[in-house]
């Protein structure tokens, strides 16, 4: 185990690997801090205990430099991570803006309206989405604001971060264009189904866990623009064999979203999320628990209902482990997959997201 203490005042605390320190203009809140470093790539963990912080690798989790020999393709994946954050697309302002005023008892519905009408294309979908099947009343609304209460802010909210994702999941290889579609469509699923069992569990965070569902797999996206833009010779060549593409994902985007989540400044339990949504244990510590496994079971169940990134993906939801945490039985599973497909159309159709 690698650890390194330092006094919180001093605020230098270094990456367990290399040695690098973490960046000065840190503001630290919480009892734990999850980074990957922007020398190494590697992920660790910092603990506070009052004043005292020690850093040290998470368990389980070797060095990455020793897992990707040189000339590998894994090697050449990491080498591009530093060059990919800087190309990173933006998280929307809009989004961020309406996320926090959610979170605030003292915003009012016309303040979110406010916000939204200026934008059109989140206005539009705002619209569409109080007046679909699934929310519309005996008659049409064609007023913002009376759209925006049918549907309550927690769903407003929710659609701006779908409608605002729209960037996020883009690529110029026209032979990966339905891949990123489906990858797409996966998240916004996820997103939703974790909002879901929220409620259910009583999560009084609703709306943080559907963004950390919607964004729980952006390594891939980030990964598929790494191979297929800005790697050549084989790998780029063999990027649409899913085979190869699968492995390369499934080993490489837990990681790539860490340093996406911390790149954008998002508070570590995102980057919990993002980074050990296939693996809770590898959670670092008990307070990002619980949305670290609502996200994991909502993973699975979109992709049971159909909503996988992987066209024929099979899973099973007995005995999942997630399930188990949340003391979700299957009688509560079922009655969440029954009307989770017509939920999902309505948001799609609302976002403008085609079925093919």
Same mark, same amino acid.
């Given at each position: 185990? $690698? !650890?390194?203490?330092?006094?919180?005042? +001093?605020?230098?605390?270094?990456?367990?690997?290399?040695?690098?320190?973490?960046?000065?203009?840190? !503001?630290?809140?919480?009892?734990?801090?999850?980074?990957?470093?922007?020398?190494?790539? !590697?992920?660790?963990?910092? #603990?506070?205990?009052?004043? $005292?912080?020690? %850093?040290?690798?998470?368990? $389980?989790?070797?060095? *990455?430099?020793?897992?990707?020999?040189?000339?590998?393709?894994?090697?050449?994946?990491?080498?591009?991570?530093?060059?990919?954050?800087?190309?990173?697309?933006? /998280?929307?302002?809009?989004?961020?803006?309406?996320?926090?005023?959610?979170?605030?008892?003292?915003?009012?519905?016309?303040?979110?309206?406010?916000?939204?009408?200026?934008?059109?294309?989140?206005?539009?979908?705002?619209?569409?989405?109080?007046?679909?099947?699934?929310?519309?009343?005996?008659?049409?609304? #064609?007023?913002?604001?009376?759209?925006?209460?049918?549907?309550?802010?927690?769903?407003? %909210?929710?659609?701006?971060?779908?409608?605002?994702? !729209?960037?996020?999941?883009?690529?110029?290889?026209?032979?990966?264009?339905?891949?990123?579609?489906?990858?797409?469509?996966?998240?916004?699923?996820?997103?939703?189904?974790?909002?879901? *069992?929220?409620?259910? &569990?009583?999560?009084?965070?609703?709306?943080?866990?559907?963004?950390?569902?919607?964004?729980?797999? *952006?390594?891939? %996206?980030?990964?598929?623009?790494?191979? &297929?833009?800005?790697?050549?010779?084989?790998?780029?060549?063999?990027? &649409?064999?899913?085979? /190869?593409?699968?492995?390369?994902?499934?080993?490489? $985007?837990?990681?790539?979203?860490?340093?996406?989540?911390?790149?954008?400044? /998002?508070?570590?339990?995102?980057?919990?999320?993002?980074?050990?949504?296939?693996?809770?244990? +590898?959670?670092?510590?008990?307070?990002?628990?619980?949305?670290?496994?609502?996200? %994991?079971?909502?993973?699975?169940?979109?992709?049971?209902?159909?909503?996988?990134?992987?066209?024929?993906?099979?899973?099973?939801?007995?005995?999942?482990?997630?399930?188990?945490?949340?003391?979700?039985?299957? *009688? #509560?599973?079922?009655?969440?997959?029954?009307?989770?497909?017509?939920?999902?159309?309505?948001?799609?159709?609302?976002?403008?997201?085609?079925?093919?």
């Amino acid at each position: 185990m $690698h !650890n390194v203490g330092v006094e919180k005042e +001093q605020a230098v605390i270094s990456c367990p690997f290399c040695s690098e320190p973490l960046p000065e203009d840190r !503001n630290p809140r919480e009892t734990a801090e999850l980074h990957a470093c922007q020398r190494c790539s !590697n992920p660790f963990v910092v #603990k506070w205990d009052g004043s $005292h912080g020690v %850093a040290h690798a998470l368990e $389980h989790t070797p060095d *990455i430099r020793q897992m990707t020999p040189e000339r590998s393709m894994g090697s050449g994946i990491v080498k591009r991570i530093p060059d990919a954050m800087e190309n990173l697309p933006v /998280l929307p302002e809009v989004s961020q803006r309406v996320l926090a005023m959610v979170r605030d008892p003292d915003v009012s519905m016309a303040d979110l309206v406010q916000v939204i009408q200026q934008d059109q294309v989140i206005a539009v979908a705002i619209m569409r989405l109080a007046n679909s099947a699934m929310f519309g009343g005996l008659q049409a609304i #064609k007023d913002l604001n009376a759209a925006c209460s049918r549907l309550g802010m927690k769903n407003v %909210a929710n659609t701006v971060q779908v409608v605002v994702s !729209n960037n996020l999941f883009v690529t110029s290889d026209k032979r990966l264009r339905r891949f990123m579609w489906r990858l797409w469509r996966h998240s916004i699923a996820t997103a939703h189904c974790a909002s879901r *069992i929220a409620i259910m &569990t009583s999560e009084p965070r609703s709306e943080a866990v559907f963004l950390a569902g919607l964004i729980h797999d *952006i390594g891939k %996206a980030m990964l598929l623009d790494i191979v &297929t833009s800005e790697c050549s010779g084989v790998l780029g060549e063999r990027a &649409t064999e899913q085979t /190869l593409l699968r492995e390369v994902l499934d080993r490489f $985007h837990p990681l790539l979203g860490l340093h996406i989540v911390q790149r954008w400044r /998002l508070p570590h339990e995102f980057r919990a999320v993002t980074y050990a949504h296939h693996d809770p244990e +590898q959670c670092p510590t008990e307070a990002w628990l619980p949305m670290t496994h609502i996200v %994991a079971l909502s993973n699975t169940v979109v992709k049971a209902e159909g909503y996988g990134v992987y066209e024929g993906e099979e899973v099973s939801l007995v005995n999942h482990p997630s399930a188990r945490y949340l003391n979700l039985s299957d *009688i #509560k599973l079922a009655a969440l997959r029954i009307d989770l497909s017509d939920k999902l159309e309505a948001l799609f159709d609302a976002a403008g997201i085609p079925d093919e």
